[in-house]
């Protein structure tokens, strides 16, 4: 990533402004399971000093714990038996860049390694995109990832949800405003500013509009490289948060914050260059069912993808409120199948030429990006190496095709097919596989033995 890009910053750009001032904190993170970022925020002239030749370290619980920072029992790769070491979190320096949206701050994020021997740590949501990105070079193959991230935005501040239980809050809008200029003139001091304090961090930004909800809103990045476009999306979150937060206000990128209201979604454009960057998904091959011409990569890649979805849904809709997600007439995918720009279906086509694409609709703006691309990677390199033929394009509502396959009900569902799955331990490794149906199945059992404000209002008089 060239340091020409706005905002990035290479290590004596870096150093010069911790010597002149201009910067004295430097956030240093890592991904963990659910795609937070977690670290420290280290003292630039130490971090210059100290850090960026050596790293630093952290606890290993942080990809072996639950949302509320619990250590989970249960996990192979770390545990009360094992003591909870360190694991050692080097910077990529790829990454350093401005946080433009806090005071003389930059932001780096870290690769996480084995303290004993210096191994990648497979469990890393970084590494496991790594690994897939791996085998995809191999091949001479090099994803292009666009996400375009949906969320809520809200009159209330962190605190005050907090206070209210998160429920009876006030979106920033009372209408839907999906497309509107004049609603979102009115939220402009919070979503502009998110627009230009992102893009002035290295994080190029295309545009902002409303959604499909009150309050709802997009804000969608330029694509990039998988894994820089999976950095961009989780500093992109981190960002969208605190600069809410800095204006008295809150967003959330929950699958589904409201039962009556649109779900927020992630979906993601994937498209394929090789090495000398020439697009491989133009072709003249018929697209059958579809206005189009398209290479046989393009078709075989789709073809893994429909495939092989059902036993990677849990990578991309990783708790149970993602599952809330999928109903009929929300723009929401609830059968596999592709279509030419058709948003009834799971995947989406769009473009031509060179700038033919893949639409994936299936994940929530609450996925990890790491493990999404790294399933989507892996499903269609499966349809390349398998030759599998997507069939036709599903023309209509695909709300309505009861004969298509579906995607999973729930998060059991989803569990039960990924743990099934061949491809999936072939291809990420047994250990990979296993750490992430815990994580899955520890945060279900955490979320059901909640009661709910639904069970209260159903059963408190009138059971």
């Known amino acids: 990533m060239s340091a020409a890009l706005q905002g990035m910053l290479t290590r004596e750009e870096l150093e010069r402004e911790v010597t002149q001032g201009r910067i004295d904190t430097v956030v240093t993170a890592l991904p963990d399971l659910y795609g937070r970022l977690v670290g420290k925020r280290i003292h630039g002239r130490f971090f210059v000093d100290e850090v960026l030749s050596h790293g630093m370290h952290v606890c290993d619980y942080l990809l072996a714990c639950d949302m509320e920072m619990d250590p989970t029992p249960g996990y192979a790769f770390a545990s009360w038996e094992s003591g909870y070491g360190d694991l050692h979190a080097v910077p990529d320096l790829s990454t350093l860049r401005r946080a433009a949206w806090l005071e003389r701050t930059a932001i780096v994020l870290c690769d996480s390694r084995d303290t004993a021997d210096g191994a990648p ?35 209330d501040d962190y605190r005050a949800a907090r206070e209210k239980g998160y429920r009876d809050l006030a979106t920033s809008q009372s209408y839907v405003e999906d497309y509107h200029v004049l609603s979102g003139t009115f939220v402009e001091p919070v979503i502009g500013a998110i627009r230009r304090l992102v893009d002035a961090s290295g994080i190029p930004v295309e545009f902002s509009k409303g959604e499909w909800g009150p309050g709802q809103h997009e804000i969608n990045l330029r694509y990039a490289p998988a894994l820089e476009m999976a950095d961009r999306h989780v500093i992109y979150k981190l960002a969208a948060k605190e600069i809410a937060a800095a204006a008295g206000t809150a967003v959330t990128f929950m699958a589904k914050w409201h039962e009556e209201l649109a779900g927020s979604s992630l979906h993601v454009h994937v498209s394929l260059l090789d090495d000398a960057g020439t697009p491989l998904f133009p072709g003249g091959g018929p697209l059958e069912g579809a206005p189009a011409t398209a290479s046989d990569s393009f078709r075989w890649f789709l073809g893994g993808l429909l495939t092989y979805l059902r036993e990677f849904t849990l990578l991309l809709a990783p708790n149970p409120n993602s599952y809330k997600r999928y109903r009929p007439g929300t723009f929401a995918p609830t059968g596999i199948a592709w279509s030419w720009d058709n948003r009834t279906a799971g995947f989406r086509i769009v473009g031509s030429g060179a700038s033919l694409r893949i639409e994936c609709r299936v994940p929530g703006a609450d996925a990890n990006p790491y493990l999404v691309y790294a399933a989507l990677l892996a499903a269609g390199l499966a349809g390349l190496e398998e030759r599998i033929e997507p069939g036709p394009a599903f023309r209509g509502d695909v709300y309505g095709a009861a004969e298509l396959p579906k995607i999973p009900h729930g998060l059991s569902e989803a569990a039960a097919a990924l743990e099934a799955s061949a491809l999936a331990r072939k291809t990420f490794g047994t250990g990979v596989i296993d750490h992430y149906l815990h994580f899955a199945r520890s945060e279900a059992a955490a979320v059901a033995a909640r009661v709910s404000d639904v069970e209260r209002a159903r059963y408190f008089e009138r059971v």
């Not at 949501?125 to 809200?154: C, N, T």
Request: positive net charge; charged residues 25%; proline residues 6%.
């Open 121 to 155: 740590v497979a469990v890393a949501p970084r590494q496991v995109l790594r690994a897939q990105l791996a085998r995809a070079a191999e091949r001479g193959l090099h994803p292009m990832i666009g996400s375009e991230l949906e969320f809520f935005l809200f009159r």
